[in-house]
């Protein structure tokens, strides 16, 4: 738990521009992280957040210590800790880890700082604790957002753009994607599906992803078993339909993604059926 001093000295890191003057930045970066799951929605969203953010971002780190953070945070003490829920809300920390490694792999992206082998671990990283999250709560009114499935799509948009990765590894993610919405346990109402979407429009800009794979996954992700029994069957037909229906209007006016369009809007009518 973070003191008032400290919390004090955070609360005015906005107005300083976040230089985080008259502190040992590392040793701050490392109690930020250790309270990166806070329950305090306040705390956590408006306070550990944007100042752990602007440390990872801004350069105040140098490369071995982001690299060194980096692996600590995709590890199981941070990513993929107590991937059971044994803990209540221990979901919180894996989602705000997602939201730093956001920041982590834009600053790459900028900065070039990993080597092509370190980037692969964390794809694949991303993507097992990705397919392995049950924790799918957007809000929830006693700790606020969760969004585990939302941080997992920006941490997607920008792994989207990393020059390291290669078709298999988006093909991959595709995959997941689609197996993540294709459920009728809980119905996605957070934004998932537009930032979803923003990770799929990321990489649809790389041109890596041939038309036939994309053509053909709209329509895997059309196929899927519907339960007999409500509320499962609009769960799963929902989810779908939402991930479809943006990534429909999002390609729509493109000319380039013509294509697209069309095998989504085929897909809705004669396999999800608009009604």
Same mark, same amino acid.
């Given at each position: 738990?973070?003191?008032?001093?400290?919390?004090?000295?955070?609360?005015?890191?906005?107005?300083?521009?976040?230089?985080?003057?008259?502190?040992?930045?590392?040793?701050?970066?490392?109690?930020?992280?250790?309270?990166?799951?806070?329950?305090?929605?306040?705390?956590?969203?408006?306070?550990?957040?944007?100042?752990?953010?602007?440390?990872?971002?801004?350069?105040?780190?140098?490369?071995?210590?982001?690299?060194?953070?980096?692996?600590?945070?995709?590890?199981?003490?941070?990513?993929? /800790?107590?991937?059971?829920?044994?803990?209540?809300?221990?979901?919180?920390?894996?989602?705000?880890?997602?939201?730093?490694?956001?920041?982590?792999?834009?600053?790459?992206?900028?900065?070039?700082?990993?080597?092509?082998?370190?980037?692969?671990?964390?794809?694949?990283?991303?993507?097992?604790?990705?397919?392995?999250?049950?924790?799918?709560?957007?809000?929830?009114?006693?700790?606020?957002?969760?969004?585990?499935?939302?941080?997992?799509?920006?941490?997607?948009?920008?792994?989207?753009?990393?020059?390291?990765?290669?078709?298999?590894?988006?093909?991959?993610?595709?995959?997941?994607?689609?197996?993540?919405?294709?459920?009728?346990?809980?119905? /996605?109402?957070?934004?998932?599906?537009?930032?979803?979407?923003?990770?799929?429009?990321?990489?649809?800009?790389?041109?890596?992803?041939?038309?036939?794979?994309?053509?053909?996954?709209?329509?895997?992700?059309?196929? /899927?078993?519907?339960?007999?029994?409500?509320?499962?069957?609009?769960?799963?037909?929902?989810?779908?339909?939402?991930?479809?229906?943006?990534?429909?209007?999002? &390609?729509?006016?493109?000319?380039?993604?013509? /294509?697209?369009?069309?095998? &989504?809007?085929?897909?809705?009518?004669?396999?999800?059926?608009?009604?």
């Amino acid at each position: 738990m973070l003191d008032n001093k400290t919390i004090k000295y955070l609360e005015a890191q906005p107005k300083s521009e976040f230089k985080f003057e008259k502190v040992d930045k590392l040793k701050l970066t490392y109690e930020l992280l250790e309270n990166i799951g806070e329950k305090d929605s306040h705390l956590r969203d408006d306070i550990i957040y944007p100042c752990l953010a602007h440390l990872l971002h801004d350069n105040h780190l140098d490369k071995q210590e982001l690299i060194k953070i980096t692996k600590n945070l995709i590890s199981d003490q941070y990513l993929t /800790y107590d991937m059971d829920n044994k803990l209540e809300y221990s979901a919180l920390k894996r989602s705000f880890t997602s939201l730093q490694l956001v920041i982590i792999i834009h600053v790459h992206n900028r900065d070039n700082i990993f080597s092509k082998a370190f980037i692969k671990e964390i794809f694949d990283s991303i993507i097992d604790y990705y397919s392995n999250e049950k924790d799918l709560r957007g809000y929830d009114p006693s700790v606020g957002w969760i969004h585990s499935i939302a941080h997992a799509a920006d941490m997607f948009s920008q792994l989207a753009k990393c020059l390291e990765l290669e078709e298999k590894d988006f093909e991959s993610m595709l995959k997941v994607i689609s197996e993540k919405f294709k459920i009728n346990s809980y119905s /996605y109402v957070s934004d998932e599906d537009e930032r979803t979407v923003n990770a799929i429009f990321n990489l649809l800009e790389r041109d890596i992803v041939s038309k036939d794979f994309m053509k053909e996954w709209v329509n895997k992700l059309g196929d /899927y078993d519907k339960p007999n029994k409500y509320p499962e069957a609009y769960r799963i037909t929902g989810n779908v339909k939402s991930l479809l229906r943006s990534l429909y209007f999002r &390609v729509l006016d493109n000319e380039k993604y013509e /294509y697209l369009a069309n095998e &989504v809007k085929k897909v809705l009518k004669e396999k999800v059926k608009l009604r």
